[in-house]
């Protein structure tokens, strides 16, 4: 069983910048993407960034340009670096790690972790 840990969540003043972490213990060989997911509070939870195995990037529109995502295969991790953060990215923020061909089977979540932009 694949368990996810997030960490780095936190407050932050309006431009500032913060940096999450998610950790898989537990084999991962069969997931071949990573994503961050955020949910703001009266709002569906949406994409915000994912990364396949192969490195290629996909960032929804609100974020490109200010967040990257990225990953270590070796500690199996993938981070989520956030600059020029606004009110508006306050939201749970989930790490969730999957393999789009056994959706019913491998797709794992993280417990989420708060991030506040203050303005």
């Known amino acids: 069983q694949v368990q996810l840990v997030e960490s780095g969540g936190g407050l932050v003043q309006a431009g500032g910048s913060l940096r999450l972490s998610c950790a898989a213990s537990?084999?991962?060989?069969?997931?071949?993407?990573m994503a961050w997911y955020r949910q703001a509070p009266g709002k569906q939870r949406e994409l915000v960034a994912d990364?396949?195995?192969?490195?290629?990037?996909k960032y929804t529109d609100s974020v490109k340009g200010r967040f990257t995502i990225s990953r270590d295969n070796a500690k199996n991790t993938v981070y989520l670096q956030m600059n020029s953060l606004k009110p508006e990215d306050t939201a749970v923020y989930y790490c969730?790690?999957?393999?789009?061909?056994?959706?019913?089977?491998?797709?794992?979540w993280g417990q989420g972790t708060q991030v506040t932009v203050s303005s």
């Open positions: 969730n790690f999957r393999n789009p061909l056994a959706p019913q089977i491998l797709n794992y």
């Open positions: 537990g084999s991962i060989s069969s997931i071949t993407v």
């Open positions: 990364i396949t195995n192969g490195g290629r990037t």
